[in-house]
């Protein structure tokens, strides 16, 4: 029974176009169907040019997602990739978590400093102020003599 051009695609896991250019090209033996206006390909030919890759034959699932015949080692592969990602993402929460609660440590730390600081300054800004009581100014004297009141 010969492929149809998707069919084709889907036994090959190539593209459509892929097909479709090896046929025009002529790498490909095809017949074309005159009646829906489609290629048909058969199997043995297009294995011959495509052949099955390293996991046996590509087998359609109706929804045309690819499957392996054997698929539980490729499974297992996939199963123990994502049991590490999840473990560099718990690693990088704790470090990211231990992270900000050091900055948080320090900026405390360093609120306390500044307050210790500014107190220090208050201390040292008292002790070179003058401290005397400021008698009031005399009352000014113009430089006309004849404005004067005495």
């Known amino acids: 029974m010969a492929y149809t ?3 084709a ?4 896991g190539k593209g459509k176009t892929t097909l479709l ?3 025009r090209s002529g790498r490909i033996s095809a017949r074309r169907d005159e009646a829906a206006g489609t290629w048909l390909i058969e199997p043995s030919e297009l294995h011959r040019v495509f052949p099955f890759g390293p996991h046996g ?6 929804d045309g997602a690819p499957r392996t015949v054997d698929r539980t080692d490729r499974t297992a592969e996939l ?3 994502i049991a590490e990602i999840l473990e560099a993402q718990r690693l990088r929460d ?3 978590s231990d992270l900000r609660h050091r900055l948080d ?3 405390a730390d360093r609120r306390l400093a500044l307050d210790r600081l500014a107190a220090a300054q208050e201390r040292i800004a008292a002790l070179l102020t ?4 400021v008698s009031p100014a005399p009352a000014r004297r113009g430089w006309w003599p004849w404005g004067r009141r005495t």
């Open 5 to 7: 051009l998707s069919q």
């Open 9 to 12: 695609a889907r036994a090959c």
């Open 21 to 23: 250019r090896a046929v």
């Open 57 to 62: 034959p590509v087998l359609g699932t109706g």
């Open 79 to 81: 199963e123990a990739r």
């Open 94 to 96: 704790e470090t990211i």
């Open 105 to 107: 440590q320090s900026d």
């Open 130 to 133: 003058d401290q005397r009581q």
